[in-house]
């Protein structure tokens, strides 16, 4: 964070994302985490469902550890809304730095990413299917190429933190 903190929470305060982008934003990735389910169901019902219950984990983690330290909490700037859901049940925090809170608790979204793409790889390798395949393809290009372009063009391109961001330096490969 820098010293224009208070200016840019004054900018954010004022913002209103339009739900259509708020849609935007959140349609991909329900369809990311169905698809991920399918994928995983292939493989062990069991696993589905505790990829379901580790989706629901991940994003309520991500209300509380993340979005309470956020410029967009409790505003309507969120690019998916996150900012409006996190402070019915959390409250806002400000003891530590949003980059250093963003860059420990990220790793929380990465298995709904790679655990099913693990799956998909294993099921390729052991049971290909036309089906497979299209889940697949499904999965790659929605999570891997959709949502990171969604974000980058739309959700986050005119975002008032979007410097400061530990999420943009990632995608730019120098978050220190
Ligand atoms: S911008 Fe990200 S961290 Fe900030 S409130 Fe929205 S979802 Fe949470």
Request: hydrophobic share 50%; aromatic share 14%.
């Amino acid at each position: 964070m820098t010293g224009n903190e208070p200016s840019m929470a004054a900018a954010c305060s004022k913002k209103k994302i339009p739900l259509s982008l708020v849609l935007l934003d959140n349609i991909p990735t329900l369809l990311l985490f169905i698809l991920g389910f399918l994928i995983i169901y292939r493989v062990s019902a069991a696993g589905a469902v505790l990829f379901g219950g580790y989706i629901i984990f991940s994003v309520v983690w991500f209300w509380a550890r993340i979005c309470p330290y956020c410029h967009h909490y409790n505003t309507l700037a969120c690019p998916c809304g996150y900012g409006a859901i996190s402070p019915k049940l959390f409250r806002k925090k400000s003891d530590k730095s949003f980059k250093k809170v963003f860059r420990r608790n990220i790793v929380v979204v990465f298995p709904n990413w790679f655990i099913p793409l693990a799956a998909a790889l294993y099921l390729i390798l052991t049971g290909y299917t036309s089906l497979v395949l299209a889940l697949t393809v499904s999965f790659v290009l929605i999570g891997f190429v959709i949502i990171p372009l969604i974000s980058k063009l739309v959700g986050c391109k005119n975002c008032e933190i979007r410097e400061d961001c530990p999420w943009m330096n990632m995608k730019a490969g120098n978050v220190n």
